[in-house]
């Protein structure tokens, strides 16, 4: 099915949208914050990251862009899960060129879409 890191720094939403994603068939690794994606993103080879925006240490934006900026992760579909739901939020996100964005509280059937639409279009390995 394609795998996923899910990088929340709030445990329960961080469990959440893993076990959804696992029941669906996905294979998932997790992150505490951005610069624990960083760190570990090389050796998950993720096809998807969903992202939370604000965390400790480096926040969503920070962490998507880095992805962008480095070749060997551009290619990454990236989904921004937030409470910033402002139409300056959204175009922030797109402007650093992530996937989807998606607000807080979200539907677990709508991310499992979202996840599953990116995993398919994912760069073939």
């Given at each position: 099915m394609g795998r996923v890191l899910v990088v929340d720094d709030d445990e329960v939403i961080?469990?959440?949208i893993a076990v959804?994603?696992?029941?669906?068939?996905?294979?998932?690794?997790?992150?505490?914050?951005?610069?624990?994606?960083?760190?570990?993103v090389e050796s998950v080879d993720p096809?998807?990251?969903?992202?939370?925006?604000?965390?400790?240490?480096?926040?969503g934006w920070?962490?998507?862009?880095?992805?962008?900026?480095?070749?060997?992760?551009?290619h990454i579909k990236v989904v921004l899960i937030t409470a910033?739901?402002?139409a300056d939020d959204k175009r922030r996100?797109?402007?650093i060129g992530v996937d989807a964005y998606l607000t807080k509280p979200f539907d677990p059937a709508e991310l499992i879409q979202v996840v599953r639409d990116l995993a398919e279009?994912?760069?073939p390995r």
């Open positions: 961080r469990h959440l959804n994603l696992t029941l669906e068939g996905f294979d998932v690794s997790t992150a505490v914050d951005g610069q624990d994606c960083l760190e570990r096809d998807v990251i969903t992202l939370d925006v604000m965390m400790p240490r480096m926040d920070m962490t998507a862009t880095r992805l962008r900026d480095t070749p060997e992760t551009s910033r739901a402002q996100g797109l402007d279009a994912a760069e």
